[in-house]
């Protein structure tokens, strides 16, 4: 045992979580799950020493030195390069004797060398996260906490996080915050569940430790209907007894109803309900009616950048109704140049493209550039559609949005609550197609399988982009694998995602 929570718990307005018992062990690979807003970095705060707990103990191994990885590097230390950044990680009596760790360190997470002199601030998103990661890694920790580690990785950049989280020293245990699904699958061995009470913990990966989740809420549930359903007859059995005994004049019977109904009190307060998830709100999409066989249909379209550089043709291709078809390729390729070709394509006609008449597309990309900063989600929604304040407050509500935030500038919102708006504004459309660029980029698992029951179940059309795995397998029906600057139909995306991820 290197670190051990004894019955931790954190409130901050609301119970984030409570009464949680966990204990950390050399080996340990945790992934630790809940909907955006729940606790899972305030936990990991908690554990590194950065944040106390409202409620409980941390005990931690004598000496224990764990380095929390966070989502973001703070905007005064953008400035710094790369390397300068992981270099001031060290403590100052070692920066003069021993940076040869900060190389050593870029060298295992291939930093090439023209990225590690340049300044934060000009480095992409994904580049930034590997560098909080090195800086946390060349302080050699005994425990590495990880707060969304994939966040702007590319499928490559996941595969070599992937490799080098499995050939770390199983000294050194981790605790993984992620939304991805097949990532926190191929690197964990324990999952945490985080909940305001009962929390749960399996000794499995997220998949297999999912459906045991599902059976012990389930388990919990027969309990606890079987539970209401005997103190019912205990009551009912009491006011039977309370009538016969009132007409006999029974003191046996006037205590028997007595304890009886006691028993009943005892086990509807002891009764637990099954745990309920406070809804981050469900995703819900609609189709509008069309009545075209072919929503889109290319002929011969070439793909370039703005300034001419040709990136990839494509022959006559089609997307018909019910088609979800996902764009395959490596970052650079054109995925999201083609998505914006048939967006345009829509008001300016653009040579190769051809929409339907009746198409009426829905839009979001992964910068979330459809939404107003300066706008409130309350604006946002009545902007879109003819509801009123309190209808639309309702729809805000039923998407995840508290009403504290339904008046906040959405510049102020998080990532996950952004991604949720996002996808309300989409269903008040009632597209009958979707234009889709990385959409599950801050949606908490959660929202991921929300949005994925929406799309298969309800039959939707949609071309999309996404390095998510798990969604890529779930959502598509079509497969088109940008190769060789050719666009080409596949049978399913395996190959592809095996090639990026080694």
Known sequence: MILSLKSLGVTLGDTLFSDLDITISKGDRIGLVAANGRGKSTLLRCIAGIQPPTTGDITRARGLRPAYVPQYI???????????FV????????????????????????VPYDFQHQPLRSLSGGWQQTALLAAAWVTEPDLLLLDEPTNHLD??????????????????????????RAFLDA????????????????????????????????????????ERNKAAQLRKQAAKLKNIGINSGSDLLTLKTKQLTERADKIESSARPAHQERSAGDIKLGNSGTHAKALVAFDNLTISTPDGQHLFGMGKQWISQGDRVVVLGANGTGKTRLINLVQSALTVPQVGIKCAASMVAGVSDQHLSQLEGTETPLFAVTRCSDVGDQRARAMLAGAGMAIQMQDTPIAALSGGQKARLAMLLLRIQTPNFYLLDEPTNHLDIEGQEALET????????????????????????????IRGKRLIEVDDPEAFLSAQLA
């Not at 001031?88 to 997470?109: F, G, I, K, M």
């Open 187 to 226: 690197t964990t061995n324990r999952t945490l569940f985080l909940r305001p009470e009962q929390s749960r913990v399996f000794p499995l990966p997220f998949t297999p430790a999912r459906a045991a989740l599902d059976e012990a809420d389930a388990a919990d549930e027969r309990h606890y209907t079987n």
């Open 454 to 481: 929406e799309l298969t179940t309800h039959g939707a059309s949609c071309l999309l982009v996404s390095h998510d795995r798990s969604f890529i397998r779930n959502v598509g029906n079509r497969f088109w694998e």
């Open 74 to 84: 703070a905007p005064d230390l953008l400035d710094q390069t790369l390397h300068g």
């Open 87 to 110: 270099l001031s990680a060290l403590p100052p009596e070692q920066v003069d004797y021993e940076s040869w760790r900060v190389d050593v360190v870029l060298d295992e997470l291939q």
């Open 155 to 180: 499928l490559h950049r996941i595969g070599l996080l992937q490799n080098w989280l499995g050939n770390l020293g199983r000294d050194v245990p981790a605790v993984i915050t992620s939304h991805d």
